[in-house]
């Protein structure tokens, strides 16, 4: 069965109210950007996936403990200084997050994973899975998430300069 396609309004309503300006602003300056915004309905909630050059870069998601948001963060060894001024619930979510599969050769992975990502973390290198990368999306953290966020477009955008 195909997701339902929804728009962004369906996705704000979801958003808590104090939440809503700080989303609507990133959303209008994504778009600006020329982020392109992809929102379907998922189990718990609407999805919003913020693409550059038809790659997903990052998406808004539901979960019982509320907004999250999950990086693919390709480029985050480009970037890993920002992790060491993390509030402490997006370090527990860094921890917490699988070690990709087929970068440890712990076990096989899907043949279409595109593979997680090697980067630095509190002194030691880390092998994450690409899916894995979710992290709370609340007023502590959002300074947070949107310096990762504008760091990866960053990387991203250069590369295909």
């Known amino acids: 069965m195909a997701k339902e396609k929804l728009d962004f309004d369906a996705f704000i309503a979801h958003v808590s109210p104090p939440y ?3 989303m ?3 959303n209008d300056r994504l778009l600006k950007e020329g982020l392109n ?3 379907e309905q998922a189990a718990n909630g609407p999805v919003a996936s913020y693409m550059l050059n038809k790659k997903t870069v990052f998406n808004f998601i539901f979960r019982k403990s509320g907004m999250q948001m999950r990086l693919y963060g390709e480029n985050l060894a480009s970037y890993e200084n920002l992790l060491t001024d993390l509030p402490a619930e997006m ?3 860094i921890e917490k997050a699988g070690v990709c599969r087929r ?4 076990a096989p992975c899907s043949d279409r994973c595109p593979m997680g990502y090697v980067f630095h973390f509190k002194g030691n290198e880390v092998k994450k899975c690409r899916y894995g990368m979710i992290m709370p999306a609340n007023d502590v953290t ?3 998430l949107f310096k990762l966020i504008d760091s990866e477009i960053a990387c991203r955008k ?4």
């Open 20 to 22: 809503q300006p700080d």
């Open 142 to 144: 959002f300074p947070a």
């Open 37 to 39: 915004l992809k929102v």
């Open 24 to 26: 609507l602003a990133l």
């Open 158 to 161: 250069g590369a295909a300069a």
């Open 91 to 93: 370090n527990k979510a």
């Open 103 to 106: 970068l440890s050769g712990t």
